[in-house]
């Protein structure tokens, strides 16, 4: 019956769990480690949410969830875990969707698609003690020594071969695994800690039923809303279509709303002012069911984790904006377009009665959200996910005015049947007909694209910078960095790091395909020539990107730019396969003052903005005049580790985060990024070998980048210049144990769970919308005979 009351979306309700764990109350709350602390008898759920959301929702929360055990609310923990694995890369068919509170709806549902329980349920119990209880023993039983690596059988990879034991099974798994308890491979719960999980589960797990009700400002613009997205006229129609594919991942808030209350836009069976009845398809164009169905508003039911945070303002300000861009214009629609596959696999042919400017517009928006959900949608997971992308690279787009496909009408109709996505492809065999693995559309769109071109006013003169979106004067999301951390990502706005490598500059063709590639097409049950086909349709739309930024580069030097992106025979016959060629033929409208135009063209777009982003990013690239203003010293330090090539960057993991106790008595927090440089990014797999390590560099900046931290330090500000001198000294993989020994905090460090829970306030206090629990199921576990590539 609980199950069923959490997982049925009842209208206007909102997740304990959220607003307890960001009040700002719990942000700076700690729960007591004392040991010889006294436990309650009776364990309040206020204080079971806080654990699970400190311990245990770090590792337990979204798709990658080990055993798919999401301890993000009470209908995760009713649901259980199970054997089976979403992320799957040798996957001959279509896997069962198993998405919390979409598949299934009770406990008897889940049971059916192979879920286990781990707590106890409709009044049963076990003596042995539920899973969950008997891993919390585990882990109490065999703590692992403090401050030394975690022992070799237990495996960190993400990839690893999990073990996910029923109640049953348990201790056949206990004694082959006596240290996998929970939780798993860290340092042990706090003594209060263990003690109020345990009397918990022991009592039956009890949960809330009370549900918080959502304030009658945020009700009635929801209902606003709701009547606005369902209103029958067909413009209207196609337009909320439009909308809700694009938004379906998003976490939608309401700015007056000062709570940490999201919404998420769904497809229902009911009608607004009733319960909302999910409909379940595996990705947001399929077809819905032959009956009505209408658009709801549902509250997010989780503790919000950071990974797959996608935050999207709601509001009357944004349905005006939707009523300007779409229902303005003048345009009409005669029929309705279908649903599935096909339609879901080309966009641009699907919503071709929407004017393009108003959907590219749509994008331009919120381009930092759209780039975003490219990186924490399902599709982000693992090395391969994201190895078709530098690790940091500068991303502009090209003006609505100066892209033919929104100025020219004719421009989509006669090009939309070469920008179908490999998912307008699959059909229901193993492995299909692999058409979605070929680059034949894309070829014959490049030529169709250069063509156009070549006879339009933009080829008599060439691009120029005001061919590059300013943002209108006012929007920030106009110029982007996307970092890469080896196995996920992470974006911000403005240009932030050394010059990079390469740029992309995107049209609106390749960013509506980027989007459906990744995003509203990317099924992560999906078989492995769906994954593949999504990977290396990227692969196109990347070096389409960059074609475009070399476009606005002088002719002579556009050939050799491109071959030092794609540098190797193999990366020179990976042009020739894709019958790629860099167009020398086609002008720029720059007249380059200097040598070095690349650097030249990207600072200019940031004067451009007129004070929109900083034109010098002080730690890692700023002019000597510009560097002084340093009020706490921290930052003259760090700049000796800013941007800098050495021996010493390749041992550092992808995403540190560094924590300085400053000698006010605050605290200051930065993000120490990896940039690892590779010769190109053309292939898959065998990454370590297209690797330059030579040419890595650090990008620093403040706060919190990325959503997997891989490393906490922890220094008073009188040892940072020690700090910097002592890692830059490192010189082997056993010099960097002893750094980390002097500087850093273990896995296993007793004061690991204390300095996540800094790390998590001072997130919080950072980005008090944005922020999100950081997931620490990538934290690495160095040792002196480890790789430093695996630091």
């Known amino acids: 019956m609980l199950q069923a009351l959490w997982n049925r979306h009842l209208p206007f309700y909102a997740l304990t769990a959220a607003i307890l764990f960001f009040s700002a109350e719990f942000a700076g709350a700690q729960t007591s480690t004392t040991a010889g602390a006294q436990s309650p008898q009776v364990s309040d759920w206020t204080d079971v949410e806080t654990i699970l959301n400190h311990r245990c929702v770090v590792c337990h929360s979204c798709y990658d969830a080990p055993c798919q055990l999401k301890l993000t609310s009470p209908a995760g923990l009713l649901r259980g875990a199970s054997k089976e694995a979403v992320y799957h890369t040798e996957r001959l068919t279509d896997a069962q969707p198993t998405r919390l509170g979409i598949d299934a709806q009770t406990v008897p549902e889940w049971r059916k698609l192979g879920f286990f329980p781990v707590v106890q349920s409709s009044g049963q119990s076990d003596n042995a003690g539920t899973v969950l209880e008997r891993y919390l023993e585990l882990g109490r039983q065999a703590q692992l020594p403090t401050n030394a690596p975690v022992p070799a059988e237990l495996g960190l990879e993400i990839d690893r071969p999990l073990v996910c034991p029923t109640a049953q099974e348990f201790d056949a798994f206990r004694n082959a695994h006596p240290l996998a308890g929970m939780p798993y491979a860290t340092a042990p719960l706090g003594n209060d800690e263990y003690q109020v999980l345990m009397s918990w589960a022991r009592s039956g797990a009890p949960m809330p039923s009370a549900l918080p009700e959502v304030p009658e400002d945020i009700q009635a613009q929801i209902a606003d809303w709701e009547a606005f997205l369902n209103h029958p006229d067909p413009r209207n129609q196609l337009m909320s279509r439009y909308v809700y594919e694009h938004l379906f991942l998003a976490r939608l808030h309401f700015p007056a709303d000062d709570t940490r209350l999201f919404f998420q836009l769904v497809r229902s069976t009911t009608a607004p002012g009733s319960e909302i009845d999910i409909i379940a398809t595996r990705r947001p164009f399929d077809d819905p069911g032959s009956g009505l169905f209408y658009y709801r508003l549902q509250p997010i039911v989780e503790t919000i984790v950071h990974k797959d945070h996608l935050v999207y303002k709601f509001g009357p300000d944004r349905m005006a904006r939707y009523q300007q861009l779409f229902l303005d214009p003048a345009w009409s629609v005669s029929e309705l377009p279908a649903y599935g596959d096909a339609e879901g696999g080309n966009p641009f042919s699907t919503f071709a009665g929407i004017p393009a400017r108003s959907r590219y517009q749509f994008l331009l928006d919120d381009a930092l959200f759209f780039v975003r959900s490219f990186i924490r949608g399902p599709v982000c997971h693992g090395e391969t996910a994201v190895d078709v992308i530098e690790d940091r690279f500068w991303v502009s787009f090209l003006d609505p005015d100066a892209d033919l496909s929104v100025t020219d009408p004719s421009f989509l109709a006669d090009g939309a049947a070469f920008l179908e996505l490999p998912v307008a492809d699959l059909d229901g065999r193993v492995l ?44 920030r999301q106009a110029l982007i960095t996307v970092f890469r951390h080896f196995d996920n990502a992470s974006a911000m706005t403005g240009f932030h790091g050394g010059i990079p490598e390469t740029a992309w500059v995107i049209d609106f063709p390749v960013f509506e395909r980027i989007y459906y590639d990744l995003v509203a097409g990317y099924d992560v049950f999906g078989r492995v020539e769906h994954q593949l086909s999504t990977r290396l349709y990227m692969d196109e739309l990347r070096m389409e990107s960059e074609d475009t930024f070399l476009n606005f580069m002088p002719r002579g030097i556009r050939q050799k730019m491109h071959e030092t992106w794609y540098d190797g025979a193999l990366a020179e016959f990976h042009t020739y396969w894709h019958r790629r060629r ?68 390749r041992y550092l993991p992808d995403v540190s985060l560094l924590l300085v106790e400053t000698d006010d008595g605050s605290s200051a927090l930065y993000s120490l990024l990896h940039d690892k440089a590779h010769y190109n990014v053309a292939f898959l797999f065998d990454e370590k070998d297209r690797r330059n390590p030579q040419t890595d560099v650090l990008t620093i900046l403040p706060g919190v980048i990325g959503s997997y931290p891989n490393f906490f330090f922890s220094i008073r500000q009188d040892q940072l210049a020690s700090f910097v001198s002592a890692v830059k000294s490192v010189r082997s993989q056993e010099e960097w144990v002893e750094f980390v020994a002097t500087y850093g905090l273990r896995r296993t460090s007793p004061d690991f769970w204390e300095t996540s829970d800094q790390v998590s306030a001072m997130f919080l206090q950072q980005a008090p919308i944005e922020a999100g629990v950081l997931d620490l199921n990538r934290y690495k576990d160095p040792r002196s005979s480890g790789n430093p590539e695996n630091n």
């Open 582 to 649: 860099v167009d020398d033929s086609f002008p720029t409208g720059i007249d380059f003052a200097t040598s070095t135009p690349k650097q030249e063209f990207l600072l200019e777009l940031l004067n451009r903005g007129h004070g929109l982003w900083a034109v010098e990013d002080t730690i890692n690239r700023c002019a000597e005049a510009d560097c002084s203003n340093d009020d706490t010293g921290i930052l003259f330090d760090l700049r000796a580790l800013a941007n800098q090539t050495g021996d010493w960057v």
């Open 432 to 475: 299909g007909d692999l058409q979605g693995l070929s680059h034949e559309n894309q070829v014959k769109y490049l030529e169709f694209r250069d063509d156009r071109y070549r006879n339009s006013a933009a080829h008599l003169s060439g691009f120029g910078y005001d061919a590059i979106w300013d943002g209108d004067g006012t929007n």
